[in-house]
Protein backbone atom coordinates (compact mmCIF):
# COMPACT_ATOMS: atom_id res chain seq x y z
CA UNK A 1 0.00 0.00 0.00
CA UNK A 2 1.32 3.40 -1.33
CA UNK A 3 1.74 6.40 1.50
CA UNK A 4 -1.11 8.28 -0.58
CA UNK A 5 -3.16 5.13 -0.05
CA UNK A 6 -2.86 5.06 3.93
CA UNK A 7 -3.09 9.05 4.37
CA UNK A 8 -6.47 8.67 2.14
CA UNK A 9 -7.42 5.78 4.63
CA UNK A 10 -6.33 7.27 7.43
CA UNK A 11 -8.54 10.65 6.65
CA UNK A 12 -11.75 9.06 5.53
CA UNK A 13 -11.47 6.78 9.16
CA UNK A 14 -10.72 10.18 11.39
CA UNK A 15 -13.42 12.14 9.60
CA UNK A 16 -15.90 9.25 10.13
CA UNK A 17 -15.08 9.18 13.90
CA UNK A 18 -15.56 12.91 13.85
CA UNK A 19 -18.80 12.13 12.71
CA UNK A 20 -19.62 9.26 14.49
CA UNK A 21 -18.51 11.78 17.95
CA UNK A 22 -20.90 14.44 16.49
CA UNK A 23 -23.76 12.08 16.28
CA UNK A 24 -23.44 10.19 19.72
CA UNK A 25 -23.38 14.38 21.02
CA UNK A 26 -26.24 15.17 19.59
CA UNK A 27 -28.09 12.22 20.88
CA UNK A 28 -26.45 12.52 24.57
CA UNK A 29 -28.41 16.04 24.77
CA UNK A 30 -31.73 14.75 23.47
CA UNK A 31 -31.35 12.04 25.80
CA UNK A 32 -30.67 14.64 28.80
CA UNK A 33 -33.08 16.99 27.21
CA UNK A 34 -35.88 14.30 27.00
CA UNK A 35 -34.91 13.01 30.66
CA UNK A 36 -35.10 16.22 32.27
CA UNK A 37 -39.13 16.33 30.69
CA UNK A 38 -39.84 13.15 32.46
CA UNK A 39 -39.86 11.42 29.18
CA UNK A 40 -37.56 8.11 29.81
CA UNK A 41 -38.49 5.99 26.72
CA UNK A 42 -37.04 8.19 24.24
CA UNK A 43 -34.07 9.40 27.00
CA UNK A 44 -33.00 5.51 26.57
CA UNK A 45 -33.67 5.67 23.08
CA UNK A 46 -31.27 8.42 22.83
CA UNK A 47 -29.09 7.39 25.33
CA UNK A 48 -28.77 3.91 23.72
CA UNK A 49 -27.57 5.54 20.57
CA UNK A 50 -25.02 7.64 22.04
CA UNK A 51 -23.66 4.87 23.82
CA UNK A 52 -23.61 2.97 20.13
CA UNK A 53 -21.75 5.26 18.31
CA UNK A 54 -19.54 6.32 20.93
CA UNK A 55 -19.61 3.92 23.89
CA UNK A 56 -18.30 5.21 26.92
CA UNK A 57 -18.66 3.88 30.53
CA UNK A 58 -20.66 7.27 31.53
CA UNK A 59 -23.75 6.89 29.56
CA UNK A 60 -24.41 3.07 31.06
CA UNK A 61 -25.36 5.21 33.95
CA UNK A 62 -27.97 7.27 32.32
CA UNK A 63 -29.31 4.05 30.47
CA UNK A 64 -29.47 2.27 33.80
CA UNK A 65 -31.54 5.69 35.17
CA UNK A 66 -33.59 6.01 32.32
CA UNK A 67 -34.76 1.84 32.97
CA UNK A 68 -34.99 2.51 36.85
CA UNK A 69 -37.35 5.10 35.96
CA UNK A 70 -39.35 3.15 33.60
CA UNK A 71 -39.96 0.30 36.81
CA UNK A 72 -37.65 -1.78 34.73
CA UNK A 73 -35.17 -2.64 37.81
CA UNK A 74 -33.91 -5.58 36.05
CA UNK A 75 -32.25 -4.19 33.31
CA UNK A 76 -31.32 -1.17 34.78
CA UNK A 77 -29.25 -3.46 37.54
CA UNK A 78 -27.38 -4.67 34.57
CA UNK A 79 -26.39 -1.50 33.46
CA UNK A 80 -25.07 0.00 36.85
CA UNK A 81 -22.90 -3.39 36.84
CA UNK A 82 -21.57 -2.29 33.43
CA UNK A 83 -20.41 0.91 34.36
CA UNK A 84 -18.76 -0.38 37.58
CA UNK A 85 -17.21 -2.91 34.92
CA UNK A 86 -16.42 -0.78 31.89
CA UNK A 87 -14.84 2.23 34.25
CA UNK A 88 -12.87 0.08 36.77
CA UNK A 89 -10.26 1.96 38.73
CA UNK A 90 -11.29 5.17 37.13
CA UNK A 91 -13.94 5.31 39.14
CA UNK A 92 -13.53 7.97 42.01
CA UNK A 93 -14.28 6.52 45.18
CA UNK A 94 -17.61 8.73 45.30
CA UNK A 95 -18.85 8.20 41.99
CA UNK A 96 -18.27 4.40 42.90
CA UNK A 97 -20.32 4.48 46.50
CA UNK A 98 -23.15 6.66 44.31
CA UNK A 99 -23.29 4.11 42.14
CA UNK A 100 -23.35 1.00 44.18
CA UNK A 101 -26.45 2.81 46.18
CA UNK A 102 -28.19 2.92 43.32
CA UNK A 103 -27.49 -0.63 42.24
CA UNK A 104 -28.84 -1.62 45.48
CA UNK A 105 -31.95 0.20 45.27
CA UNK A 106 -32.41 -1.50 41.42
CA UNK A 107 -31.72 -4.83 42.96
CA UNK A 108 -34.12 -4.51 46.05
CA UNK A 109 -36.84 -3.60 43.77
CA UNK A 110 -36.48 -6.85 41.67
CA UNK A 111 -38.96 -10.08 41.96
CA UNK A 112 -37.58 -13.57 41.62
CA UNK A 113 -40.02 -16.66 40.24
CA UNK A 114 -38.48 -19.55 41.36
CA UNK A 115 -39.66 -22.63 38.88
CA UNK A 116 -40.02 -26.40 40.72
CA UNK A 117 -40.95 -29.76 39.24
CA UNK A 118 -39.56 -32.80 36.97
CA UNK A 119 -36.38 -32.21 35.06
CA UNK A 120 -37.03 -31.49 31.47
CA UNK A 121 -39.58 -28.98 31.26
CA UNK A 122 -39.15 -26.15 29.41
CA UNK A 123 -39.81 -22.34 30.63
CA UNK A 124 -40.39 -19.33 28.79
CA UNK A 125 -41.40 -16.02 30.43
CA UNK A 126 -43.18 -13.24 28.53
CA UNK A 127 -42.57 -15.07 25.09
CA UNK A 128 -38.99 -15.40 25.75
CA UNK A 129 -37.28 -19.08 26.49
CA UNK A 130 -35.44 -19.29 30.17
CA UNK A 131 -34.07 -22.59 30.20
CA UNK A 132 -35.10 -26.03 30.96
CA UNK A 133 -35.84 -27.31 34.42
CA UNK A 134 -33.99 -27.27 37.06
CA UNK A 135 -33.10 -23.99 36.48
CA UNK A 136 -29.53 -23.19 37.92
CA UNK A 137 -31.35 -19.97 39.88
CA UNK A 138 -34.39 -18.10 40.20
CA UNK A 139 -35.25 -15.88 37.12
CA UNK A 140 -35.18 -11.67 37.83
CA UNK A 141 -38.37 -10.22 37.13
CA UNK A 142 -39.62 -6.54 37.03
CA UNK A 143 -42.73 -5.86 38.89
CA UNK A 144 -45.76 -6.07 36.84
CA UNK A 145 -47.51 -8.93 35.37
CA UNK A 146 -45.56 -11.85 33.76
CA UNK A 147 -46.91 -14.84 31.00
CA UNK A 148 -45.43 -18.14 32.49
CA UNK A 149 -45.67 -21.11 29.79
CA UNK A 150 -44.33 -24.48 30.91
CA UNK A 151 -43.85 -27.16 28.56
CA UNK A 152 -43.21 -31.07 28.95
CA UNK A 153 -40.32 -32.91 26.55
CA UNK A 154 -43.85 -34.69 25.01
CA UNK A 155 -45.25 -31.26 24.33
CA UNK A 156 -47.67 -30.67 27.54
CA UNK A 157 -48.00 -27.14 28.34
CA UNK A 158 -49.46 -25.11 31.04
CA UNK A 159 -49.76 -21.37 30.96
CA UNK A 160 -50.23 -18.90 34.39
CA UNK A 161 -50.42 -15.24 34.54
CA UNK A 162 -48.52 -13.90 37.39
CA UNK A 163 -48.36 -10.45 39.06
CA UNK A 164 -44.93 -9.43 40.53
CA UNK A 165 -44.55 -6.83 43.14
CA UNK A 166 -41.03 -4.97 44.22
CA UNK A 167 -38.79 -7.64 45.79
CA UNK A 168 -41.39 -10.24 46.12
CA UNK A 169 -40.44 -13.78 46.12
CA UNK A 170 -42.33 -15.96 43.74
CA UNK A 171 -42.66 -20.22 43.98
CA UNK A 172 -44.06 -21.78 41.07
CA UNK A 173 -44.48 -25.55 40.94
CA UNK A 174 -44.60 -27.03 37.53
CA UNK A 175 -47.06 -29.78 38.87
CA UNK A 176 -48.99 -32.11 36.26
CA UNK A 177 -49.26 -31.32 33.35
CA UNK A 178 -52.60 -31.59 30.72
CA UNK A 179 -52.49 -34.78 28.80
CA UNK A 180 -51.22 -34.35 25.73
CA UNK A 181 -53.65 -33.73 22.90
CA UNK A 182 -56.12 -33.11 25.44
CA UNK A 183 -59.04 -30.85 24.22
CA UNK A 184 -62.08 -28.03 25.08
CA UNK A 185 -64.34 -27.25 23.12
CA UNK A 186 -67.83 -25.51 23.04
CA UNK A 187 -70.41 -26.82 20.74
CA UNK A 188 -73.84 -24.29 20.35
CA UNK A 189 -77.15 -25.99 20.08
CA UNK A 190 -78.00 -27.27 16.36
CA UNK A 191 -80.42 -29.66 14.54
CA UNK A 192 -78.98 -32.84 13.90
CA UNK A 193 -78.12 -33.78 10.16
CA UNK A 194 -80.89 -35.44 8.41
CA UNK A 195 -81.62 -39.41 8.19
CA UNK A 196 -80.48 -40.94 4.74
CA UNK A 197 -83.54 -42.73 4.53
CA UNK A 198 -85.66 -39.57 5.17
CA UNK A 199 -86.49 -36.89 2.46
CA UNK A 200 -84.90 -33.67 2.37
CA UNK A 201 -86.46 -30.99 4.22
CA UNK A 202 -88.61 -28.79 1.43
CA UNK A 203 -88.84 -24.80 2.06
CA UNK A 204 -92.44 -23.69 4.24
CA UNK A 205 -91.78 -20.10 3.13
CA UNK A 206 -91.56 -18.70 -0.81
CA UNK A 207 -88.01 -19.84 -1.81
CA UNK A 208 -86.31 -20.19 1.49
CA UNK A 209 -85.27 -23.67 2.24
CA UNK A 210 -85.48 -24.93 5.79
CA UNK A 211 -81.39 -25.38 6.36
CA UNK A 212 -80.96 -21.16 5.04
CA UNK A 213 -83.48 -20.92 8.71
CA UNK A 214 -81.28 -23.54 10.88
CA UNK A 215 -78.12 -21.84 9.83
CA UNK A 216 -79.62 -18.32 9.72
CA UNK A 217 -80.49 -19.37 13.53
CA UNK A 218 -77.60 -20.48 14.74
CA UNK A 219 -76.10 -17.91 13.53
CA UNK A 220 -78.16 -15.23 15.76
CA UNK A 221 -77.55 -17.57 18.38
CA UNK A 222 -73.82 -17.72 18.07
CA UNK A 223 -73.72 -14.22 17.72
CA UNK A 224 -75.43 -14.06 21.21
CA UNK A 225 -73.33 -15.60 22.79
CA UNK A 226 -70.06 -13.73 21.50
CA UNK A 227 -71.67 -10.34 23.09
CA UNK A 228 -72.27 -11.73 26.71
CA UNK A 229 -69.33 -13.03 26.91
CA UNK A 230 -67.06 -10.42 24.69
CA UNK A 231 -68.87 -7.71 27.40
CA UNK A 232 -68.19 -9.80 30.27
CA UNK A 233 -63.91 -10.32 28.67
CA UNK A 234 -63.99 -6.64 28.79
CA UNK A 235 -65.41 -5.45 32.31
CA UNK A 236 -62.78 -8.83 33.73
CA UNK A 237 -60.10 -6.76 31.71
CA UNK A 238 -60.57 -3.61 33.44
CA UNK A 239 -61.17 -5.33 36.82
CA UNK A 240 -57.75 -7.45 36.30
CA UNK A 241 -56.06 -3.91 35.79
CA UNK A 242 -57.89 -2.32 38.65
CA UNK A 243 -56.66 -4.91 40.63
CA UNK A 244 -52.69 -4.34 39.90
CA UNK A 245 -52.96 -0.43 40.38
CA UNK A 246 -53.90 -1.73 43.86
CA UNK A 247 -51.60 -3.90 43.86
CA UNK A 248 -48.71 -1.62 43.08
CA UNK A 249 -49.99 1.18 45.14
CA UNK A 250 -49.47 -0.94 48.11
CA UNK A 251 -46.17 -1.11 50.43
CA UNK A 252 -44.05 -4.73 49.45
CA UNK A 253 -44.58 -5.88 52.42
CA UNK A 254 -48.76 -5.22 52.82
CA UNK A 255 -50.48 -8.25 53.78
CA UNK A 256 -53.41 -7.97 51.49
CA UNK A 257 -50.62 -8.37 48.89
CA UNK A 258 -51.55 -12.22 47.91
CA UNK A 259 -55.21 -11.86 48.52
CA UNK A 260 -55.34 -9.17 45.46
CA UNK A 261 -52.85 -11.54 43.82
CA UNK A 262 -55.13 -14.66 43.60
CA UNK A 263 -58.25 -12.28 43.01
CA UNK A 264 -55.97 -10.91 39.99
CA UNK A 265 -55.61 -14.49 39.11
CA UNK A 266 -58.90 -15.21 38.98
CA UNK A 267 -60.49 -12.47 37.08
CA UNK A 268 -57.54 -12.87 34.09
CA UNK A 269 -58.63 -16.53 33.82
CA UNK A 270 -61.66 -16.20 33.86
CA UNK A 271 -61.04 -12.91 31.27
CA UNK A 272 -59.01 -15.27 28.81
CA UNK A 273 -61.43 -18.16 29.06
CA UNK A 274 -64.80 -15.47 27.71
CA UNK A 275 -62.76 -13.84 25.21
CA UNK A 276 -62.40 -17.16 23.95
CA UNK A 277 -65.62 -17.84 24.12
CA UNK A 278 -66.53 -14.91 22.30
CA UNK A 279 -63.76 -15.22 19.39
CA UNK A 280 -65.03 -18.62 18.78
CA UNK A 281 -68.84 -17.75 18.89
CA UNK A 282 -67.78 -15.01 16.66
CA UNK A 283 -66.43 -17.77 14.31
CA UNK A 284 -69.37 -19.79 14.68
CA UNK A 285 -71.83 -17.11 13.91
CA UNK A 286 -69.23 -16.31 10.38
CA UNK A 287 -69.44 -19.96 9.01
CA UNK A 288 -73.30 -19.87 9.60
CA UNK A 289 -74.14 -17.17 8.25
CA UNK A 290 -72.32 -18.17 5.25
CA UNK A 291 -74.05 -20.75 4.95
CA UNK A 292 -77.37 -19.56 5.25
CA UNK A 293 -76.64 -16.82 2.26
CA UNK A 294 -74.90 -19.82 0.14
CA UNK A 295 -78.30 -22.30 0.86
CA UNK A 296 -80.65 -19.19 0.12
CA UNK A 297 -78.49 -18.35 -3.04
CA UNK A 298 -78.58 -21.62 -4.85
CA UNK A 299 -81.54 -23.10 -3.96
CA UNK A 300 -84.54 -23.65 -6.67
CA UNK A 301 -87.31 -21.79 -6.33
CA UNK A 302 -89.87 -24.09 -5.11
CA UNK A 303 -87.22 -27.14 -5.41
CA UNK A 304 -86.14 -28.77 -2.30
CA UNK A 305 -83.46 -27.93 -0.44
CA UNK A 306 -79.98 -29.36 0.11
CA UNK A 307 -79.46 -31.48 3.50
CA UNK A 308 -77.77 -29.39 5.88
CA UNK A 309 -75.56 -30.95 8.75
CA UNK A 310 -74.80 -27.79 11.53
CA UNK A 311 -73.51 -30.03 13.69
CA UNK A 312 -70.22 -29.57 14.97
CA UNK A 313 -67.50 -31.94 14.13
CA UNK A 314 -63.69 -32.29 15.18
CA UNK A 315 -62.70 -31.33 10.89
CA UNK A 316 -64.29 -29.58 8.56
CA UNK A 317 -66.47 -26.73 9.97
CA UNK A 318 -65.38 -28.19 13.34
CA UNK A 319 -64.32 -25.71 16.36
CA UNK A 320 -62.10 -26.74 18.83
CA UNK A 321 -59.38 -25.07 20.78
CA UNK A 322 -56.45 -25.99 23.15
CA UNK A 323 -57.17 -24.78 26.49
CA UNK A 324 -53.94 -24.93 29.38
CA UNK A 325 -54.10 -24.30 33.27
Do not use: K
Not at 155 to 167: F, K, L, N, S
Not at 168 to 178: F, K, M, N, T
Request: charged content about 20%; overall charge negative; proline content about 7%.
Amino acid sequence: MSLLSFLVIAGLSHARAQDDAERARVAFDRGVRTFQENNFSDALEAFQEAYRLRPHPAVQVNIANCFLNLDRPVEASTHFQQYLQEAGDSVPRARRTEVEQELERARAEIATLAITGPPGVGVSLDDTSRGVTPLEAPIEINPGTHRVVLTAPDGRQRTERIIAVDGQRIALDVGALPTAGSESAIALPVAAPPHPNEPSDRSDGPGVPVGTWIAGGTALVALGVAIVFGANALSQASEFDSIVEDIQSRRRNDPQIPRLQAEGQAVADAQERNALIADISLGVAAVSATIAIVLWLTADEGGDSPPVSAAIEPHGAAVFWQVYF
